[in-house]
């Protein structure tokens, strides 16, 4: 296994599209993470799934934002009619059970509204 | 609520010599762990060095090394030796050990660029 990767690593689109994102973690790391990250800022938190299960949301996770994660394998975050204020870098990161462990992250998928 | 504030926007540093990158944080758990991570232009997050809470001495990789003052709240992360492959955005992170979900928070980095 060569890391977390992410598809696609770009997408343009026009307000008010929807757009979904792919998420694969490392195998054997069974917490998922997804951030979002503009300009200039660090990485915000979105959500997290431990296994299958969505264990929190952030209060930024409106409600045209979805994420799933079937099977607690890949994850999908869908974003519903896409705003401008939406362009940023989605950063999905796994890690193991241990909380000494690091999230190891994808390279993110670079989103712009058009 | 965790909190992480790097102060520095930029820093500078001539190529060869060390650079401090400034970190501090807020969080009533006590028991934490604090991250610090390179984003080079290309964007990928790489893991650079990992403190704990309880962890008596400091941490140290390679030529980074964090220098850790918990009763100033603060995780300093020290780069010896600079090279020009060190130019590159820096975040401080850090995650609680109270929550389930062990999600991170992030300072607003700071660029470190090194001059030849």
């Known amino acids: 296994d060569t890391g977390v990767s992410q598809d696609p690593r770009h997408k343009i689109t026009k307000r008010g599209q929807n757009v979904t994102f792919r998420c694969d973690p490392i195998?054997?790391?069974?917490?998922l993470y997804w951030y979002r990250q503009t300009l200039g800022q660090g990485p915000e938190f979105l959500t997290y799934?431990?296994?299958?299960?969505?264990?929190?949301k952030s209060r930024l996770l409106s409600d045209r934002f979805s994420a799933e994660r079937p099977k607690g394998s890949f994850s999908t975050l869908e974003i519903q009619r896409t705003e401008q204020g939406d362009s940023a870098m989605y950063l999905c990161?796994?890690?193991?059970?241990?909380?000494?462990?690091?999230?190891?992250f994808g390279p993110g998928t670079r989103l712009l509204v058009l | 609520a965790q909190k992480i504030t790097q102060t520095q926007p930029g820093m500078f540093v001539q190529e060869k010599e060390a650079v401090t990158l400034d970190c501090t944080y807020d969080?009533?758990?006590?028991?934490?762990?604090l991250f610090w991570y390179k984003q080079p232009s290309s964007g990928e997050m790489i893991f650079l060095i990992y403190?704990?809470?309880?962890?008596?001495q400091n941490a140290t990789e390679g030529r980074y090394s964090l220098n850790f003052q918990k009763a100033r709240k603060s995780a300093n992360l020290v780069i010896s030796a600079s090279q020009l492959g060190d130019s590159a955005m820096y975040f401080c992170?850090?995650?609680?050990?109270?929550?389930?979900?062990?999600?991170?928070?992030f300072g607003d980095g700071t660029t470190l660029t090194v001059k030849p």
């Open positions: 990161a796994s890690r193991p059970r241990t909380l000494e462990e690091t999230q190891y």
């Open positions: 195998s054997e790391h069974n917490r």
């Open positions: 799934f431990q296994n299958e299960a969505q264990l929190e």
């Open positions: 969080t009533s758990d006590p028991s934490y762990g």
């Open positions: 403190q704990g809470s309880y962890d008596q």
């Open positions: 992170a850090m995650r609680e050990r109270g929550t389930n979900a062990g999600k991170s928070t």
